[in-house]
């Protein structure tokens, strides 16, 4: 499936009962946080009004998913003592939970017997993955998106994230 014949929306309309992301880098550099990230550096203030111009759209889009249902979890391998950008995401991630998402945080090193994919990825329904391509700075890549269906894919990125889930600690009680 080509980028032009799908969107990330589609995908998560789509969803019947689950939407997980696995999240396993430790710094990211995407444009759209870039000014938020080093502001939060230079003052340890972060942008955590769920509707603020950033935060809204993201909280209305899983706002209505869950609504509809849908359970969406979010899942992050990090390593300790962790980054500058993972004790940003943390600081954030207080938005993720008021839109309805629910969060884990699993360090790296009890990772290591679980068979990982090899990039970031969002899971719809245990049957369709997004994966998520990052160049080596953590911006986005060409193609910055993959989805693949096979059974065997979608598999491994169902059992990935379950154990990650099952070993991570709820974000309320991750400190970093």
């Known amino acids: 499936m080509s980028q032009s014949e799908w969107d990330f929306g589609e995908l998560l309309a789509a969803a019947k009962h689950s939407a997980v992301h696995l999240e396993m880098r430790d710094s990211y550099g995407v444009g759209d946080e870039a000014e938020d990230f080093e502001n939060w550096k230079r003052t ?25 249902g849908v359970m969406v979890r979010r899942a992050r391998v990090v390593s300790e003592p962790v980054t500058d ?50 160049s080596g ?16 894919v979608a598999r491994l990125a169902s059992e990935a994230f379950e154990a990650v889930w099952e070993r991570g600690t709820p974000h309320g009680k991750y400190t970093v």
Do not use: C, K, M
């Open 44 to 68: 340890g203030q972060r942008d955590v009004d769920p509707a603020s111009e950033h935060w809204a759209p993201w909280v209305e889009l899983i706002r209505s998913t869950v609504a509809r």
């Open 85 to 134: 950008y993972i004790r940003y995401e943390h600081a954030g991630t207080a938005v993720n939970l008021f839109a309805g998402e629910q969060v884990r945080w699993l360090p790296r090193r009890l990772a290591s017997d679980i068979a990982l994919p090899g990039n970031d990825s969002w899971v719809f329904d245990n049957e369709t993955v997004l994966f998520n391509h990052f």
């Open 137 to 152: 700075d953590g911006n986005w890549s060409e193609p910055r998106w993959e989805v693949r269906s096979e059974v065997a």
